[in-house]
């Protein structure tokens, strides 16, 4: 049954691993040149701050999940080893993805903002929209969010799947003790 | 034990409820006004569509957070009832509270990007900042975004303590099964 469970996991890293690297590819490789009357513009993701985190922090989850992949490669975790030293370790990593699926969400979210704005502009403010001038630019990057917030989900799921495997050895009697085996 | 937790459970919800509302407090009820040359020039929440949104998703995460409340207060919640119908209740509402914490963490994420637009401005695009002139209105938005942070990781918090009731009562050994009593 572990082994059911760690092929599960297995799966679903991979899959976040490759939507983060698209993100990441995605947003980075994004480029646009435009001639405005008589000088070029271009259009990159460093125009944004938004975008720049995003492309880091994809990276970053893209880094951590072959790390905990490679944790699979190691056999003592596919066998599983000793109870208390693995409870230290799974809250560990619970922690850790809780962190890499919040801080995803986190990113994927501003940059989303950052591209509303871009697409509607804001009136009010006089930030005028520039998706109409940059069209096949602005399309990338909401291909490179949709991929984005897939790879946060896939990875909410992950943390989920993790909090479920450390939880359950928990005694549903008494708060934070182990159940006898 | 049970009404230890309650109470854990019961005091996080009530300030999860508390940040939230003086979040949507303190975005909506935020206006400045100052004169232009010869225009008067009014900044209030409208102006940004995340101001918008987070004054909603917070006034929401709020209700919810009442509606959480309210439940302790029927006898058979606080006693505890019947196993399986428990457990159903406790995965939806463990899957609520999951949304209601990803929802607002999402909405203050943007919040933060546009507010963080406004204070340095994006000079590539040509949108100028705007927190020089309206500095008042951008100092409450600040601290409208340190409520939000708070209460959504009082929010994180109160779906993992969920979590943790919830899986608790699975088998250790077998995959979703639950362990004897």
Redesign the interface.
């Known amino acids: ?1 572990e082994v ?2 760690n092929k599960i996991n297995v799966f679903l890293r991979l899959s976040a691993l490759l939507f983060s690297v698209l993100t990441a590819c995605l947003v980075g490789l994004d480029a646009q040149s435009k001639r405005v009357f008589f000088s070029e513009k271009k259009a990159t993701f ?5 975008l720049v985190i995003l492309v880091y922090v994809e990276s970053g989850a893209a880094c951590y999940n072959l790390l905990q992949l490679c944790k699979f490669s190691i056999p003592a975790w596919s066998r599983g080893n000793s109870k208390m030293s693995f409870v230290y370790v799974a809250w560990v990593f619970l922690l850790l993805d ?1 962190l890499a699926a ?1 801080i995803t ?3 994927n ?6 591209a ?3 697409v ?1 502009g ?1 009136n ?5 929209k ?1 998706c109409n001038r940059f069209t096949r630019f602005c399309i990338q990057i909401g291909g490179a969010l949709i991929c984005g917030f897939l790879s946060s989900l896939l990875m ?1 799921v992950i943390s ?1 799947i993790s ?2 495997n ?10 934070l003790l182990f ?1 006898q ?1």
Do not use: C, N
Not at 109 to 114: P, V, Y
Not at 124 to 128: H, V
Not at 166 to 175: D, E, G, I, T, V
């Open positions: 049954m059911g469970i460093r125009d944004l701050d938004a809780q919040y969400f986190a990113a979210s501003a940059a989303l903002e950052a509303f704005l871009a509607t804001a009010e403010l006089q930030w005028m520039l909410a989920s909090a479920f450390l939880f359950r050895l928990y005694s549903p009697k008494r708060f159940k085996t």
